[in-house]
C-alpha cells in the first residue's frame, strides 16, 4: 500500500488540481506489488492528471491486461480507472529489457531471477549527476543470475536491494525467489555501490531484527542500511 501514501504526498501537489504527470515504473505484477494500484487517488478521483506506467506483462498476457484484471471487481472494491472514463490519463508502456529516457533522466532495465514462470525487472536510473539502482524480489541460484544483477548496480550510488531473508533463515528458504541480507551486501561490493539499502523486509522482522541485521556489517567501506518508509535520501553533488 506504499502507493496510497504516495498519493497522499503528491496530493500536496499540482495533482490535486489535476495538472500532474509522473512516470511510475513496476517490476513485476504479484499482487502484493500492484495492489495499491486502485488506491491510488491521484490516479483515481482526479481527471487532468496523467500517468505513464512501464513494465512486462507475463507469457500471454500483457501488462494492460494484467492491470486491468486486478481491478475487476471481483477482485476490487474501487472504480476501474483503466476501463471507465474517470480519473487521470493512465498510459501503460510494456517494457521488457533495454534503456530509454525520461526527460533527463536514462532508465535501464533488465530481468531478474525471481519465480519460475515470472518476469520481474530491475531498474537503474542516472541523470548524469547520480545513479540509483533498483533490484527488488530477487534470487542468486547460479552464477547467471548475477549478471543482470550487476550491470544494474555497477558503481551505483544507492543501491536498493532485496534482503527479504536474513542470512541465517535463507538456508531453510532457498529457491523461494528473494535474497538474504548477505547476498545484497555480495552484490554491492562487488559492483562498488556506494550506499546499500536493504528493502523488503519479512512481514514478522521487526526494527529490532532489521537493526541486528544492519549491524553486522557496520566495518563495511560502504554504509548498509535497512530501508524504511517515508525516507529521504540526496544523491549527487547536493550531497556533498
Avoid at 19 to 48: E, R, V, Y
Avoid at 82 to 105: H, P, Q, R, S, Y
Avoid at 216 to 227: E, L, S
Amino acid at each position: 500500500m506504499g502507493l496510497h501514501w504516495l498519493g497522499r504526498s503528491l496530493l500536496e501537489t499540482d495533482f490535486s488540481r489535476g495538472n500532474g504527470k509522473a512516470h511510475l515504473l513496476l517490476s513485476h505484477t504479484h499482487w502484493d506489488h500492484i495492489q495499491g494500484i486502485p488506491f491510488f487517488t491521484p490516479a483515481m478521483l482526479i481527471p487532468g492528471n496523467h500517468f505513464v506506467v512501464y513494465g512486462c506483462g507475463n507469457g500471454h498476457h500483457t501488462l494492460d491486461d494484467l492491470l486491468r484484471k486486478q481491478m475487476d471487481t471481483i477482485y476490487c472494491p474501487v472504480p476501474n480507472f483503466f476501463n471507465a472514463d474517470i480519473g487521470a490519463k493512465v498510459e501503460v508502456c510494456e517494457v521488457a529489457e533495454g534503456e530509454f529516457e525520461i526527460g533527463t533522466t536514462h532508465i535501464q532495465l533488465c530481468q531478474v531471477n525471481h519465480t519460475p514462470n515470472s518476469v520481474c525487472l530491475g531498474y537503474r536510473l542516472e541523470d548524469g549527476t547520480a545513479s540509483l539502482a533498483y533490484l527488488p524480489d530477487v534470487e542468486y541460484l547460479e552464477e547467471a543470475h548475477l549478471k543482470p544483477a550487476l550491470e544494474l548496480a555497477r558503481n551505483a550510488d544507492l543501491l536498493i536491494h532485496d534482503a527479504y531473508f536474513t542470512t541465517a533463515e535463507y538456508a531453510d528458504n532457498a529457491r523461494q525467489g528473494h535474497a538474504c541480507d548477505r547476498d545484497a551486501v555480495n552484490l554491492a561490493e562487488t559492483a562498488g555501490a556506494r550506499h546499500l539499502l536493504l528493502f523488503n523486509h519479512h512481514p514478522d522482522h521487526g526494527d529490532d531484527t532489521i537493526d541486528a541485521v544492519v549491524k553486522i556489517y557496520a566495518d563495511r567501506t560502504f554504509p548498509v542500511a535497512g530501508a524504511r518508509e517515508g525516507a529521504e535520501y540526496t544523491l549527487g553533488s547536493a550531497a556533498d
